[in-house]
């Protein structure tokens, strides 16, 4: 049934087929004795793929910014919260292999849509604090509920969010990075730009995440153990001395390239 309803939203899109396709999925969620893996990955997919129809929930980008997509966007997030609830261990390799599917545009969309990373810049400036600010407005600041080490980043007020965006962290970042390349292309650069939109949202509203995923990525980095034995403190100061030695003439190459062009054109004239 859920693959008929799948199948269905791609060949018509409408917000009410889209109600009644989440409205079934909440539905069937009830019932007992259900086949968790099979059907979690069928109404995962469905939701996806509202959330990619749905669009920005601020507007841009011809997203869906109405009462009606807000009641949507609700739904499909009650779908993915009961979800979490019933199997997370499912839930999380499930997301995961979604993510995996996407290429990089269709990856920024559903983020973009489930997020609504695109006004971080305007909420950040909300909470930016002048130099001249009176003593009495820097401590109303100061004593706001803000992301911050002290509250752990509000990471138990995220709700499902939260719990989406710690389990695909990783592998959106690693796709990203696999996809460079294909970024930094002149055609892409408006994607390129979502791209920094969305880690700077990550980084202001999902801290804890953001750093998780950045002291992963350093450990990642790591020399292997068995090749680390093999490195001493000798051979340590030879690799540094030797990238010193490499590293250090560039300018004095540079200028005597320099001088050598211009000894060249004196003799010319």
Same mark, same amino acid.
């Given at each position: 049934?859920?693959?008929?309803?799948?199948? $269905?939203?791609?060949?018509?899109? +409408?917000?009410?087929?889209?109600?009644? $396709?989440?409205?079934?999925?909440?539905?069937?969620?009830?019932?007992?004795?259900?086949?968790?893996?099979?059907?979690?990955?069928?109404?995962?997919?469905?939701?996806?793929?509202?959330?990619?129809?749905?669009?920005?929930?601020?507007?841009?980008?011809?997203?869906?910014?109405?009462?009606?997509?807000?009641?949507?966007?609700?739904? $499909?997030?009650?779908?993915?919260?009961?979800?979490?609830?019933?199997?997370?261990?499912?839930?999380?390799?499930?997301?995961?292999?979604?993510?995996?599917?996407?290429? $990089?545009?269709?990856?920024?969309?559903?983020?973009?849509?489930?997020?609504?990373?695109?006004?971080?810049?305007?909420?950040?400036?909300?909470?930016?604090?002048?130099?001249?600010?009176?003593?009495?407005?820097?401590?109303?600041?100061?004593?706001?509920?803000?992301?911050?080490?002290?509250?752990?980043?509000?990471?138990?007020?995220?709700?499902?969010?939260?719990?989406?965006?710690?389990?695909?962290?990783?592998?959106?970042?690693?796709?990203?990075?696999?996809?460079?390349?294909?970024?930094?292309?002149?055609?892409?650069?408006?994607?390129?730009?979502?791209?920094?939109?969305?880690?700077?949202?990550?980084?202001?509203?999902?801290?804890?995440?953001?750093?998780?995923?950045?002291?992963?990525?350093?450990?990642?980095?790591?020399?292997?153990?068995?090749?680390?034995?093999?490195?001493?403190?000798?051979?340590?100061?030879?690799?540094? +001395?030797?990238?010193?030695?490499?590293?250090?003439?560039?300018?004095?190459?540079?200028?005597?390239?320099?001088?050598?062009?211009?000894?060249?054109?004196?003799?010319?004239?």
């Amino acid at each position: 049934m859920l693959k008929a309803i799948y199948f $269905a939203i791609e060949r018509r899109s +409408s917000a009410r087929i889209y109600e009644l $396709a989440l409205n079934i999925c909440e539905s069937l969620l009830e019932m007992p004795k259900t086949e968790l893996q099979s059907f979690f990955n069928d109404s995962i997919s469905i939701v996806l793929r509202i959330y990619l129809w749905l669009g920005c929930p601020h507007g841009c980008n011809d997203g869906l910014n109405s009462q009606h997509g807000d009641f949507l966007r609700i739904k $499909a997030r009650t779908i993915l919260a009961i979800i979490s609830h019933i199997n997370p261990e499912i839930f999380c390799s499930l997301l995961i292999s979604h993510i995996e599917e996407y290429n $990089a545009q269709m990856l920024i969309d559903t983020l973009h849509s489930v997020t609504g990373f695109c006004r971080c810049g305007i909420a950040a400036g909300i909470h930016r604090t002048r130099s001249g600010s009176s003593p009495r407005r820097r401590n109303v600041i100061l004593n706001s509920s803000l992301p911050s080490y002290e509250n752990n980043f509000n990471e138990s007020l995220k709700g499902i969010e939260g719990t989406v965006i710690k389990v695909i962290l990783k592998p959106v970042v690693s796709k990203l990075m696999n996809a460079m390349d294909e970024l930094l292309q002149p055609e892409n650069m408006s994607l390129y730009q979502d791209v920094r939109l969305f880690v700077s949202f990550i980084q202001e509203q999902h801290g804890n995440s953001f750093r998780c995923v950045g002291l992963s990525a350093l450990l990642d980095g790591r020399p292997p153990e068995n090749q680390s034995q093999f490195l001493d403190v000798g051979t340590s100061q030879l690799y540094s +001395s030797r990238r010193t030695s490499l590293l250090c003439p560039l300018p004095e190459i540079f200028l005597s390239e320099r001088n050598a062009k211009l000894s060249n054109n004196d003799d010319n004239e």
